[in-house]
């Protein structure tokens, strides 16, 4: 600008004679010297204005230049935008420099309104990651920092790979790579990112190809931690897949599995074999050391089964006492009866529970695909059915399903569905059998039998249909009925002076544990006018090994109604002394495996000696069951025992046949003819009139 003042200051001379300066004095040195002198002044001045007014306003825009480039430069580099903006130029003219002022100003206005997005993507809890196509990363979000705990600049050029776990690297890699080759966005399955302490933490991550977006120019990932998504998702199928007292597969995984191997041997002809196994003695254990002590018992068998089994093959818990194990492979049907016998040996050892060693008995049930295909039924059922034969054939084995397996049990089945419509139909029937006073052979009492007398089978064994009522819970109805029919036959036997003989009537442990017995037994004696001391109720040894607090107070119970309580089979369950002086029992009555050997087994005779001694010591009537021949009658009385019963003394018969006046002697016997008072009639079955036919109940159903 001053050599523009300087130039004009030269060529004002020849100017200024146009303007009408002579020439002689615009040609004089000093007048040139002056106009040189007043350019450079003016373009010196011009000059100086310039850099105060303009160059000062340029400066500051210059500065809010500089300063906005550096943040923006800086927020790309470590994605914190919070410094990318400057304070606003004042304008203060309408001139291009406050136009320019304006321009940077609405330029700052735009920055700032990106900054709202680049705030939520700022705190968004998803990861943004901007990778290259082999995966390094040239951008990332804050957020990196609270989900895996690096500073986002300490990621800017490293492979995302790297915080893969090696386990899903592959899956991660054949995902990105397949978006850069076109494929559409997708979201990849769970894969472990390490954490900045080293652990792991479970994400998903959803990959988008914006390499064309020249704002981003790069793969973009949006990663997700779903680490509590994933414990919760674990939590609920252990809870779905799993027992929670032994860890061990339930039933629902055990048949996923099991339908897996069934589809894989139709497919492939791979077989597979199950094992059922069910505890003999839980229950025991239960009632004496309690449920925790039976849990303990749960847990030391569930690990001894699972010692005798392959790293591959499935070992589950079905329900309370019931286990399978799950065999697969081309040599499962071989291996599988080596692999009962090795749990057999196993759980032969006692267990240690609660400071007791107790023994846990198994009963196991075979079966293969071969031999379940065969029936036609699953291999799961098969196993069941051949682990009822085992448990119902001696316990503490193990028995291989054959297809008469699944016949006897289809019968079973049919026999069951056909006792439940027994009571209504009227099809149940009570025999009496005579208890004989041996000394007089005379008929003092009878014992009550049920007889099933079924439309199509005939005359149905009590040992074929009384196991199905007690697992069916028709025991409870049944000995209800029981109940009622033998008082009102006891009644009509009764003399009209409150005599006559005694009726005795079985209940079984299910019936006796039911809450409504002893009101059953007062609604019997009340409908049939019998005298309370005619009636005895047999109870069994193994009762004793329930609930003693509850045994006792139910016992005594009954005996106020008046009522006596004989222990039946004494000898050949829980045989205590113990139990004879805290019950309040009447009558004793000699299991018939004593009896049988008593004319030649001095074992046996002394047995029942020592029986009869106690009977007298503690003031017990003693009875003497299943007397065949007249060599036991003998030495029965011999020893002294007033009471017996058998077929020697007395089949059991209807109420016509067996009434007290009648003549009781077994075919082809030596024995005297049985006497007793006479009585006027046999009282006629009442139906069993609103007896519900799905409740539990029975007697002994068999002489």
Known sequence: MVGLGIAVGLVFPPFATGLGVPAQYAERPV???ACLGAGFLVG???????????GGRLAVLSSHLRSVAQGISQASRTGDWTQSTSQRIRVDSDDQLGETAQAFNSLLDALEAGEHFRALVRNASDVITVVDPSGTVTYQTPSVGWVLGYPPGTLIGTDIHDLVHPEDARTFRDQLASVVRGAPPTS????????????WRWTETVVNDLRDDPAVTGIVLTTRDVSDRRELEEQLRTQAFYDPLT??????LFMERLRAAEELEHDTGTPAAVLFLDLDNLKAVNDTLGHDGGDALLEVVAQRIGACLRPGDTLARLAGDEFAVLLGGPQSGEMAPRVAERILAALREPVLVVDRMVRAGLSIGLATTTTAGVSGIGLLRAADIAMYVAKTSGKGRCEVFQPSHHADHLDRERLQADLYQALERQELVLHYQPIVDLTPRRVTGYEALVRWEHPTRGMV???QFITLAEDSGLIVPIGRWILREATRQAAAWQQSDGRGPRMSVNVSVRQFQHPDLVDDVTEALRASGLAPDRLTLEITESLFAEDTAGTTQKLEALKALGIRLALDDFGTGYSSLSYLRRFPIDVLKIDKSFVHG????SEDRAVIGAIVALGQILDLVLVAEGIETADELAALEQLGVQYGQGYHLGRPAPPQHASPGAERRRSGSPGAALRSAPAPRAATAAPPGGVDPVRGATTRGHA
């Open 31 to 33: 007048f040139k010297a």
């Open 188 to 199: 990849s399955p769970a894969v472990r990112m390490r954490h900045r302490n080293g652990s």
């Open 598 to 601: 008593i004319a030649t087994c």
């Open 461 to 463: 064994p009590p040992v």
């Open 44 to 54: 010196a001045l011009s000059y100086a204005l310039c850099r105060c007014l303009v």
């Open 247 to 252: 860890g061990l597969p339930n039933r629902a």
